[in-house]
């Protein structure tokens, strides 16, 4: 089945800065009940990096000769389990300064950003950016083709992708399937729960919680078909935004615009124009051969705005007006009824 | 709370008398319906009438919640430097989500919006603000300081038993020996913080000056600029063609406004990242320089030299605008002075050398020209920028002078050549050549230098390297352009926080002349001088060293600047006995007393284990005014409850990034019982004036000497019952003073400004030296500083009227500073392998929201430092081993990040881990010495000397040498 | 013991009994104190809560509800454990910060009471999560149980959310602030009192288990 329009995020990488206000804000807003405590539906990583889960890019999953494939079932560990501190030992179990604030039960050795900041390669040619992730409500969603019972349905009117929880039986399929490993499982509820799109709030007419909360204007949403809108431009008509990990073959509906990273340094220190700091390989290894062409375009635009000449695409990277980012779904949330 | 309503009294009938099967009596929860004259439940079943249909707990969640109230809200006094309009979303008296409040308007068509602010931990308060660690009741100590015996007791009682210490502190050494902190000069612009300003000013305590207690203090600037504000809005920075972030982190640390600097790169700005390691701002860069930790000054003079000798330099903006023309006797190697050439002359007029007449002439615009030093105008005066002068003296003897300028080029040219600076700074020579020529050649070139660049040993040398560069490219005074640390927006309305103004009605006479033809900055200065002389202002370092134990380890032979003649300890005896630093209470007077609020010494503070084991024990009474417990509170004597950020209205300091003022309404009711700021210190004042009266006390030595009454501290506090702070609304009353007296900001009203949330700047406030970039305030354009300087060509305060770059205070002259040099610090040839750096971090604001659980899941969990894996491997350390980080001071124990992006030879441990999350409380703090420069206490010489918020010493935290050794291994652990 | 399985339990003298022990967690003033001193608290507490479940009598040891403790030591031992902390007190009395997400169980309290037409008192000064709030809900809803005793159907409604309220929150964290309250070495007072609380709690939680059925939505 396909939906009639597809709602759609382009996330900018080159504006994203890892401060995490998109998770705490999806946190708040979603994913504080019960069973729910350890998802983040939205997440930041450090790349290169094993991210969350850990290692996700090597879990599998996606499509292969256009057949579903599962991939591995990613551990509650391996997300980063929701910590809980001995708030309660530190100051007044009669230990004094013996006990200090630290993380109650098994050390964990992994969570949701364990990696932050560390980067790879070598110094001083090391490197990083920021990638931050939601579910990509894709157009042809392993998730959906996964799942024996139909509990996973791409919304007709937007082509965002819900679990029915009504339907779902716990069976994890979907976690297998999904190459971005953005599925969590409640254990309370024997549920699969992931991203929403916010759309209750987009039926009022208020954009994502992470897109409207991000203090970097990283993130422009609205219907992919819009061809006054920013997401149309920048996927369509310029081509600078792309998916992560096409070759997956879900053809994901989050699109990122590649980081163009400092000059990198030659053996003498001095700098070398020639060598990307974030290797072509690397950024191929995430967004496929297209990048390649998506840098040359923002390279090119960029160039035209140094010389003093009007880019759009720049412009529409700039993002003058804020509220235009979000393709219409404009409205202030103080405004509306909330559920 | 103890009405014979109360619930309490209700409760306790079940244990008195009552039989089971008594009908229950009134409660804590009534009933909805009629919750406003509380119902006792005998009436409930009545209430109850029809059925409740109940079948499991979904029933519960059926319902669409409705707000009670959405209210402008942000967190007044987090210390945060930006600051976020929030809507705060409310029901049942519980504040339960933020979301940003996002209604700015942009200045022109051609920059960016403001929208939408905010950060992930302003995305959380509400969840901090309920927190487990909020205290919801007055706490007395029981047992030993630090042995976690508490009780509760009543605000009465704790009030009393406050005011009588503070009484006894007062008749027993003075009311001086009561030392009163408000941390990093933690203070907003209204009621938030106006009631322990009044308290303290009331009581006439000593305040501790904590501006550079964390190393905050741009001295560089100050030497250079008679000031240090230098910023604009942020959205200013969008206009820059060349940006350079050059030690500050503004990823991690400027939350709302970096995405200017990335939008600046689409409109075809160059980004640039000086720093060590390869830090989170550089992800964003076009070009690092990677220098090594403590080099920058000399990176700096190298660019200078590339840019004079390549002849890349604004002449015409450096001979108005700097002292690079003034002339140097070269006999003496100090400014010509009027002194040398008149028998009459005075020190502070200087020269330069006027190539249309032919000889020296006084510099219009220095301190002593005649004309208070009011203008730049240079007239029809040509000043030489270099050459060989003869001046004949008053004495008839004749010298030969150069200029600055000559001075300093012959300097770069012998030892800040590139190639010198590569071997200093560790950075290709062409690489140098490159920054400078690319700097020089941006229509208009910035350097975002944050405090960060205030916190190394040799910091203000760094600052005046880079000052230095943008004058040399006329960028200072521009949009996008000059050195950035940080401005202010004035507020004329904001002389409401206090009782009255520092000034006697002698002082204020003095002016009027001045003031008929118009306040200079070197006016608003000296007025600002004298204000803050009017009250014990203490610089927290010279403070520490006098009082609290810190001079054993600051007078130590390896933390002194070896260039200088003299140890630290001989430049203290010196600046006391010439009145150059205040030191209150007097050497010899004992403190006696301590209240702290919202800040936290024993983590702040270096090497905080000495204030705790000698300061403390000094001290008669120590109190803690805080919304949460921190490891100092843990070590007072009472700690008083403080109401949350949404719990209390409030003014947030105004930062200038934004072009709005940012106002705090209540969201819901203080927590228990804890009580407003405002409320609090008023009723302090007011138990002390009541107690003191009881107790018959006469008058007590007050502020120098002067006796003071301690009988009339509560109608000062509220001059004279014009406030009382116990009234629900009184915090409103005096934010309506605020505003009905500012002009510049659109409110009119203390509910007018709550209501907005976000109150637009519309214009320029009343200068003043704390609160000002000398730029008027234009609201269909950017912010920038230093408009002044360059379109009205009003003189800098300082000596020279100018950007000045030659000091020649003996002192300066003594450690070869009276010209921007580098200099190694004094740790440099520690035997102590790494050096230890840090910074503002991402997850915390100073210790707030540092245990927040959330917000530590997206880090390690516990104390996390970096390390390249250089530095790693032959330590046996792996990711997430626990090392030992130690010195000769002290140690502590953290995991480790194994990071690329970490420069080898350095440790990272980011801003604010409190001690109680280290093993055995040991904190990131105890092996940090920070020594700090003798030259920051000299006085005397112009812009050179302390004044409260300014100049004073900062100490330096970064670079402390350590080694560190794996203590244990993550996976061992979990075996 | 034998838990009933139907309503024989008197939901008057179950609704007395959280009323009681809310009070019993009042902070030790001059009048609380002697009310322990004088053996009172005691006394009442074993009296009502054995009348309801026998078995108590015999599981705690009811002479260390009585003590002679002077009122300041059992203040500081109450503020060390329940009051105050750097990062929080040892064993707070908020049932929110036992599981995962305060926010979350707050919003939950707000919505059991305001579904029961309560609300927060203005005199009062705790969260909706603290002990005292929610027994005294439990002590609301077991009083309107009894309100309905003639009409069996009505009954249920307040004994379905009984059964609620006690698996998804009194049930669950009382028994972790009993482990806290132990490890922490509290004095025998209020290792006793929470003890009591505990043990009454979960004899509670059978009963209305067993009047209900289980919880059975998510």
């Not at chain 2, 500050?248 to 200017?260: D, F």
């Not at chain 3, 809560?49 to 078995?55: E, G, Q, R, S």
Request: negative net charge; glycine residues 8%.
């Amino acid at each position: 089945m396909t939906s009639k329009r597809q709602m759609s995020m382009v996330m900018d990488l080159n504006k994203c800065i890892g401060c995490h206000t998109c998770t705490v804000a999806c946190k708040t807003l979603w994913t504080r009940e019960e069973g729910k405590e350890y998802m983040l539906w939205n997440t930041v990583n450090t790349m290169p990096g094993m991210g969350t889960p850990k290692n996700w890019e090597n879990m599998g999953g996606g499509f292969k000769d256009g057949k579903a494939q599962l991939g591995k079932l990613p551990s509650r560990q391996e997300f980063g389990d929701a910590w809980e501190y001995n708030h309660k030992d530190v100051f007044y179990g009669g230990k004094g300064d013996k006990t200090h604030l630290q993380i109650e039960g098994e050390t964990p050795t992994w969570g949701p950003n364990w990696d932050e900041d560390e980067g790879a390669g070598v110094f001083p040619n090391s490197y990083f950016f920021y990638l931050p992730r939601i579910c990509n409500h894709c157009t042809n969603p392993a998730c959906v083709a996964a799942c024996p019972r139909k509990a996973i349905e791409k919304r007709e009117e937007d082509g965002i992708v819900v679990i029915n929880e009504d339907r779902c039986r716990g069976y994890r399929f979907c976690m297998e399937a999904c190459p971005y490993k953005k599925i969590y499982f409640n254990m309370e509820k024997g549920v699969s729960q992931k991203c929403i799109f916010c759309f209750p709030r987009l039926e009022q007419g208020v954009s994502n919680a992470c897109a409207r909360q991000c203090p970097g204007r990283v993130r422009f949403v609205g219907y992919r078909d819009d061809q006054n809108a920013p997401i149309w431009k920048l996927v369509e008509k310029y081509k600078v935004a792309i998916p992560l990990h096409p070759e997956r073959g879900t053809q994901p509906n989050v699109f990122y615009i590649p980081p163009i990273g400092p000059a990198s340094f030659d053996a003498d220190g001095d700098i070398d124009e020639q060598t990307p700091r974030i290797p072509d390989e690397y950024l191929i290894s995430l967004f496929g051969p297209k990048v390649l062409d998506a840098l040359d375009v923002l390279k090119a635009e960029r160039e035209k705005t140094k010389r003093g000449e009007k880019s759009e695409l720049m412009d529409l990277l700039i993002a003058y007006r804020w509220n235009e980012m979000f393709g219409g779904f404009d409205k202030n949330p103080a405004t509306i009824e909330w559920a | 709370m103890s009405n014979n309503k109360s619930p309490k009294l209700s409760r306790r009938k079940f244990i008195i008398g009552a039989a089971a099967g008594t009908t229950a009596v009134g409660l804590g929860l009534v009933s909805l319906s009629s919750c406003t004259n509380k119902p006792t439940w005998q009436e409930l079943p009545k209430i109850l009438g029809k059925t409740i249909q109940y079948d499991d707990f979904s029933d519960i969640y059926r319902e669409i919640w409705k707000w009670d109230k959405v209210v402008k809200g942000t967190h007044t006094r987090a210390n945060c430097i930006s600051a976020c309009s929030w809507d705060v979303y409310v029901k049942d008296g519980i504040a339960w989500r933020e979301e940003q409040n996002a209604i700015y308007e942009p200045p022109r068509p051609d920059v960016p919006d403001m929208n939408p602010r905010g950060c992930q931990k302003g995305a959380c308060y509400t969840s901090l603000q309920l927190s487990e660690a909020r205290v919801t009741h007055p706490l007395k100590r029981v047992g030993e300081r630090g042995g976690g015996g508490w009780k509760r007791i009543s605000w009465d009682e704790a009030l009393t038993e406050i005011a009588d210490g503070l009484i006894d502190a007062a008749v027993d050494q003075g009311t001086e020996s009561i030392i009163y902190d408000h941390g990093t000069t933690n203070a907003g612009y209204g009621p938030e913080t106006a009631g322990d300003f009044r308290f303290a000013s009331a009581m006439k305590t000593t305040t501790i000056d904590s501006w550079s207690g964390v190393g905050d203090m741009p001295m560089g600037a100050c030497q250079t600029w008679g000031m240090y504000n230098c910023e604009g809005t942020s959205d200013d920075w969008f206009r820059s063609d060349y940006i350079v972030i050059w030690v500050g982190n503004p990823v991690y640390t400027r939350i709302p406004e970096v995405h200017n600097m990335h939008e600046a790169r689409y409109k075809g700005a160059k980004l640039v990242v000086v720093a060590p390691d390869l830090s989170p701002s550089t992800v964003h860069a076009d070009m690092w320089l990677n220098i090594k930790p403590e080099t920058d000054a000399a990176l700096g003079l190298a660019c200078a030299q590339v840019m004079i000798e390549e002849n890349l330099i604004k002449k015409d903006y450096i001979l108005e605008q700097t002292d690079l023309p003034f002339l140097i006797r070269k006999d003496t190697q100090k400014f010509l002075r009027q002194s040398d050439l008149q028998a009459d002359g005075v020190d502070n007029a200087l020269y330069f050398w006027d190539e249309k007449t032919t000889k020296a002439v006084l510099a219009p615009g220095c301190e002593g020209d005649g004309d208070d030093g009011r203008s730049l105008d240079l007239g029809n005066y040509k000043p030489a920028l270099s050459g060989n002068f003869q001046v004949k003296l008053a004495d008839g003897k004749t010298v030969e002078c150069y200029t600055v300028y000559d001075k300093l080029v012959k300097q770069l040219n012998s030892e800040y050549r590139p190639d010198q600076a590569a071997a200093i700074t560790g950075l290709n020579p062409n690489l140098i050549r490159r920054f400078a020529r690319e700097m020089a050649a941006a229509p208009r070139a910035m350097i975002f230098a944050s405090w960060g660049a205030c916190k190394h040993y040799h910091s203000d040398l760094f600052q005046r390297a880079m000052i230095l560069l943008m004058s040399l490219t006329g960028n200072q005074g521009y949009p996008g352009g000059g050195v950035r640390v940080a401005a202010w927006w004035g507020l004329d309305g904001i002389d409401a926080m206090m009782a009255d103004i520092g000034l006697t009605a002698m002082d204020q006479i003095k002016l009027i002349p001045k003031a008929i033809r118009g306040l200079t900055p070197r006016d608003f200065e000296d007025i600002y001088t004298t204000v803050s002389e009017t009250e014990a202002n203490t610089p927290l370092m010279p403070f520490l060293y006098v009082h609290a134990g810190y001079k054993e380890m600051w007078d130590q032979e390896h933390l002194q600047d070896s260039a200088l003649p003299h140890n630290i300890a001989h430049y203290m005896r010196e600046s006391i006995d010439n009145g150059w630093v205040k030191i209150h209470p007097a050497e010899g007077v004992q403190p006696k007393a301590f209240i702290f609020t919202g800040c936290n010494p024993l983590r702040r503070w270096p090497s905080s284990q000495i204030a705790r084991d000698v300061f403390w024990p000094k001290l008669d009474l120590v109190v803690s005014v805080n919304f949460r417990m921190s490891t100092s509170s843990l070590y007072a004597d009472y700690f008083l409850p403080i109401a949350a950020y949404y719990e209390k209205v409030g003014i947030k300091y105004g930062q200038s990034y934004v072009h709005y003022l940012i106002c705090s309404d209540k969201a819901t009711e203080p927590l228990g019982e804890s009580k407003s700021d405002w409320e609090c210190f008023g009723l302090l004042s007011k138990y002390v004036q009541n107690r003191a009266k009881e107790r018959n006390i006469g008058p007590v030595e007050g502020f120098k000497g002067q006796t003071h009454d301690l009988t009339t501290v509560y109608d000062h506090h509220t001059e004279n019952g014009y406030y009382n702070p116990e009234e629900p609304d009184d915090p409103i009353k005096l934010m309506d003073k605020v505003f009905e007296n500012s002009p510049s900001v659109a409110a009119n009203s203390g509910r007018e400004a709550l209501d907005m949330g976000a109150v637009r700047i519309i214009g320029p406030a009343r200068p003043s030296l704390i609160y000002q970039n000398f730029s008027d305030y234009d609201p269909e354009d950017t912010h920038w500083p230093h408009r002044d300087f360059v379109e009205k060509k009003v003189a800098w305060p300082t000596l020279t009227g100018r950007q000045q770059f030659f000091i020649d205070h003996p002192w300066y002259i003594d450690a070869g500073e009276d010209m921007p040099v580098h200099k190694d610090p004094p740790h440099f040839n520690s035997k102590f392998p790494l050096r230890m750096n840090g910074g503002h971090n991402r997850w915390s604001i100073h210790a707030i929201w540092r245990d927040h659980k959330l917000l530590l899941r997206l880090q390690r969990g516990v104390p996390a430092l970096f390390m390249n894996p250089k530095d790693c491997d032959p330590r046996d350390i792996k990711d997430g081993d626990t090392v030992r980080v130690h010195n000769n001071n002290g140690e502590f124990e953290a995991m480790v990040k194994v990071a690329p992006a970490t420069a080898p030879g350095e440790v990272i441990i980011y801003h604010a881990w409190e001690p109680y999350q280290f093993k055995n409380w040991k904190g990131q703090q105890e092996p940090v010495e920070a020594p700090w420069k003798a030259l920051h206490l000299a006085g005397g010489y112009g812009q050179i000397h302390y004044r409260m918020y300014y100049g004073s010493p900062g100490h330096a935290p970064r670079g402390a040498p350590v080694d560190v050794e794996k203590v244990s291994s993550l996976l061992e652990e979990k075996a | 013991m034998n838990i009933p399985t139907k309503s024989t339990l008197s939901a008057k003298q179950r609704s007395f009994a959280y009323g009681l022990m809310a009070a019993t967690f009042d902070y030790p003033d001059k009048e609380f104190t002697e009310l322990i001193h004088n053996k009172q608290l005691s006394d009442q507490c074993k009296t009502i809560l054995c009348d309801i479940y026998p078995a108590l009598k015999e599981d705690i040891d009811w002479t260390l509800l009585t003590t002679q403790d002077d009122k300041e030591t059992l203040q500081v031992e109450f503020s060390r454990l329940f009051d105050v902390g750097a990062s929080g007190p040892p064993c707070p009395l908020n049932g929110g910060v036992y599981l995962e997400e305060r926010m979350q169980t707050l919003e939950e309290m707000v919505r059991f009471y305001n579904y029961f037409g309560l609300t927060a008192g203005e005199d009062f000064e705790e969260l909706p999560d603290h002990i005292t709030t929610q027994l005294e809900f439990m002590h609301f809803l077991c009083h309107c149980e009894d309100e309905h005793q003639d009409d069996p159907e009505k009954a249920n409604h307040f004994q379905r959310a009984q059964r609620d309220f006690i698996n998804r929150h009194l049930g669950k964290w009382v028994p972790q602030l009993n482990d806290n309250v132990q490890e922490n070495q509290a004095a025998p007072f209020y290792l006793t009192l929470i003890d009591m609380v505990t043990r009454y709690i979960l004899l509670e939680k059978q009963y209305v288990n067993n009047l209900c059925g289980m919880i059975t939505v998510n």
